[in-house]
């Protein structure tokens, strides 16, 4: 019997086992724990927006039709669920966890005889593969044996069903999410059909590869489609890692393609590519929908492991170290829908969104839509869980962050602690705990962006060239007390901007300057309050980098903040206190640089080098993460 094919590329299917031969697999939630100030940021998750969420907003209080309710009976519970779920594992938080639980097993208790779960009177396939991804976590956490069974009947019902009902909309735009859980249980099983099913899944999910590798338009998107919304985009990355665990060839390159296309065309300095809620282009007043960023997260994290590329473990932590957490307030009580690379106020005005409303850009319960208020758990929970990995001969650091890691490597026991203020700090100090006396490979990820890192074992210094996959790799017997430290050096960067703007880095930290924040409770608002921000002093400076020696910039490290994201006001024109780091750059103000013309946005930057007559001005520059009020993409300046 011929192997299937897939219709878009007529490559046979590999008949290998998906997940067994990857270059690196996931570890279960709660084998890598926060230490420090990621411990910090999930224990305000906690007591924040994701704790409090059921108390706070009723679709996904309840009534919730997943709970077996009349209420929301779509999206917004799995969503809530699929960040819910690792955040409780992974703070190994007795209450979230029953919380997760109540929903666990009202979904596995809702599965009627033809195989099909959840609100009998919705028969959409898209908000049921939000709970296929919730359900395999659940499994992975808790070791549930009710999982495998509950899914094989699904499949069963899908099997059965999509020749008849095929994906559409969203499910057609998301399907690779369904297809990369059909083949989680083949991995585990080995029964062929599922496999089939995949392929049948992928083959009736839009073509990404080929949308966004040759056909992605530029500038602003102006009708909706489902290639052009931002939060698709994000989840169609994940197409591509179905693609090629099915045996399509050429798929690594492919994505690279894409990524490539999508920074030409909507790249932001945040990490992200732009999309209120459609595609955006390139200029920094376009906003970015919390949704997409922590799916995007989502999907290099998938990607990372898959491909065993370290350039994307980078784009990963660009976004998870700036796009993140500026989407929410330092308190984590409060999001916006879309964020802006310069923002320069947050209120219900009218700005140019390709598809949004005036309150899309306040911090609060339920701007614009539901869907972010539902889905932004799972970013700090699933990027906790991807910093470590397991490789083919042991283990290998794909994120760095402080943690602790507890896990087996071949039948032994291995804990290891990484003790760092990273992405603050340059050095990180990794000790192992307990081995005993376990012989395997340890690989750490050199970012693309580091030049000049070092390694020492014991104090000893080792080789740290990185492979062509961004990895350098130790493999000896480990032994408790046995200490690396890793340095990767951070200089201040200059990333070349649209109209020779410019913005700046040190390691994954875009920076921004910050004129402080004014906050004001909106009144009559639902949960911990909607608010307005404004900035405390003039925004509009452009900087003087004409005989700046770039690389002479000093980065000043305070270290980790409490909040871990949060400013607190200065005077001008430096505005920003409190903050883990500054770099000072010198500037001009600009007056002539306004408003968006009709709206309450920045303009994008003028062409410059543009001419002041201002006086120089020293500004502090800040992580974008910690700025809910900035500028992050300068128009250059010259004094007259």
């Known amino acids: 019997m011929p192997l299937p094919t897939h219709p878009a590329h007529g490559a046979p299917l590999s008949t290998e086992r998906p997940f067994t031969d990857m270059p690196f697999t996931e570890l279960p939630p709660g084998a890598v724990r926060p230490l420090g100030w990621l411990r910090e940021q999930l224990e305000l998750q906690a007591c924040g927006l994701s704790g409090q969420l059921e108390n706070l907003w009723p679709a996904v209080g309840p009534t919730s039709g997943w709970l077996g309710g009349g209420g929301e009976r779509g999206e917004q519970g799995p969503y809530y669920l699929d960040g819910l779920l690792p955040l409780a594992y992974i703070l190994n938080d007795a209450t979230l966890i029953g919380r997760a639980h109540k929903w666990t097993e009202a979904i596995l208790s809702s599965q009627r005889p033809d195989g099909n779960f959840g609100p009998a009177d919705v028969l959409d396939w898209w908000p049921r593969m939000v709970v296929l991804k919730v359900m395999i976590q659940h499994a992975e956490a808790s070791g549930d044996s009710r999982v495998e069974p509950f899914l094989r009947r699904y499949f069963e019902y899908q099997r059965r069903e999509l020749p008849l009902r095929p994906l559409s909309d969203w499910g057609q735009a998301r399907g690779a999410e369904n297809a990369l859980a059909a083949l989680w249980l083949h991995a585990r099983s080995g029964e062929g059909w599922l496999r089939d099913l995949a392929a049948s899944i992928v083959e009736?999910?839009?073509?990404?590869?080929?949308?966004?590798?040759?056909?992605?338009?530029?500038?602003?998107?102006?009708?909706?489609?489902?290639?052009?919304?931002?939060?698709?985009?994000?989840?169609?990355?994940?197409?591509?890692?179905?693609?090629?665990?099915?045996?399509?060839?050429?798929?690594?390159?492919?994505?690279?393609?894409?990524?490539?296309?999508?920074?030409?065309?909507?790249?932001?300095?945040?990490?992200?590519?732009?999309?209120?809620?459609?595609?955006?282009?390139?200029?920094?007043?376009?906003?970015?929908?919390?949704?997409?960023?922590?799916?995007?997260?989502?999907?290099?994290?998938?990607?990372?492991?898959?491909?065993?590329?370290?350039?994307?473990?980078?784009?990963?932590?660009?976004?998870?170290?700036?796009?993140?957490?500026?989407?929410?307030?330092?308190?984590?009580?409060?999001?916006?829908?879309?964020?802006?690379?310069?923002?320069?106020?947050?209120?219900?005005?009218?700005?140019?969104?390709?598809?949004?409303?005036?309150?899309?850009?306040?911090?609060?319960?339920?701007?614009?839509?539901?869907?972010?208020?539902?889905?932004?758990?799972?970013?700090?929970?699933?990027?906790?869980?991807?910093?470590?990995?397991?490789?083919?001969?042991?283990?290998?650091?794909?994120?760095?962050?402080?943690?602790?890691?507890?896990?087996?490597?071949?039948?032994?026991?291995?804990?290891?602690?990484?003790?760092?203020?990273?992405?603050?700090?340059?050095?990180?100090?990794?000790?192992?705990?307990?081995?005993?006396?376990?012989?395997?490979?340890?690989?750490?990820?050199?970012?693309?962006?580091?030049?000049?890192?070092?390694?020492?074992?014991?104090?000893?210094?080792q080789a740290c060239t990185p492979d062509s996959a961004g990895f350098v790799q130790l493999e000896r017997i480990w032994t408790a007390g046995d200490v690396l430290e890793l340095r990767l050096p951070m200089p201040v960067r200059v990333l070349p901007r649209p109209n020779a703007a410019v913005s700046f880095r040190s390691g994954p930290l875009t920076l921004a300057f910050s004129p402080g924040e004014r906050w004001s409770l909106l009144p009559d608002s639902a949960g911990f309050g909607d608010w307005e921000l404004r900035p405390r002093h003039s925004w509009n400076y452009g900087v003087a980098l004409q005989g700046t020696d770039i690389a002479a910039l000093e980065v000043q490290r305070f270290g980790p903040t409490s909040p871990p994201f949060t400013v607190r006001p200065g005077p001008p024109p430096l505005g920003a206190e409190g903050v883990p780091l500054k770099v000072q750059v010198p500037g001009h103000l600009l007056p002539s640089w306004g408003f968006e013309p009709g709206f309450a946005s920045a303009a994008a930057p003028a062409p410059g080098p543009l001419t002041s007559r201002m006086p120089p001005a020293q500004l502090s520059l800040v992580p974008y993460g910690c700025a809910r009020i900035r500028i992050a993409e300068f128009p250059t300046v010259r004094a007259e």
């Open 204 to 461: 009736q999910t839009l073509d990404w590869a080929t949308y966004l590798g040759e056909q992605l338009p530029g500038g602003p998107a102006t009708r909706f489609e489902h290639r052009t919304h931002v939060v698709n985009v994000a989840m169609g990355l994940t197409y591509f890692a179905a693609q090629h665990l099915l045996g399509v060839p050429g798929r690594p390159a492919r994505l690279a393609q894409a990524l490539e296309q999508l920074d030409l065309k909507h790249g932001m300095v945040n990490g992200m590519f732009s999309g209120d809620e459609w595609l955006a282009g390139l200029e920094p007043q376009r906003g970015v929908e919390t949704c997409a960023v922590v799916e995007a997260m989502h999907s290099l994290e998938v990607l990372a492991r898959l491909f065993g590329d370290g350039a994307l473990a980078d784009r990963l932590e660009v976004i998870a170290f700036n796009a993140l957490p500026a989407a929410m307030s330092a308190d984590m009580r409060s999001h916006q829908y879309h964020q802006q690379v310069n923002q320069v106020s947050c209120t219900v005005e009218r700005r140019n969104w390709t598809y949004s409303t005036d309150d899309a850009n306040i911090f609060g319960l339920e701007p614009r839509f539901g869907c972010c208020t539902a889905n932004l758990h799972q970013g700090w929970p699933k990027f906790v869980r991807s910093l470590w990995a397991r490789s083919q001969g042991g283990l290998v650091a794909l994120g760095y962050a402080p943690n602790t890691l507890d896990t087996e490597v071949g039948g032994h026991r291995v804990r290891m602690e990484t003790l760092t203020d990273y992405p603050f700090g340059d050095t990180l100090t990794l000790r192992v705990l307990e081995a005993g006396g376990a012989r395997f490979s340890l690989r750490l990820r050199i970012p693309g962006w580091c030049v000049g890192a070092s390694l020492s074992l014991g104090g000893q210094a």
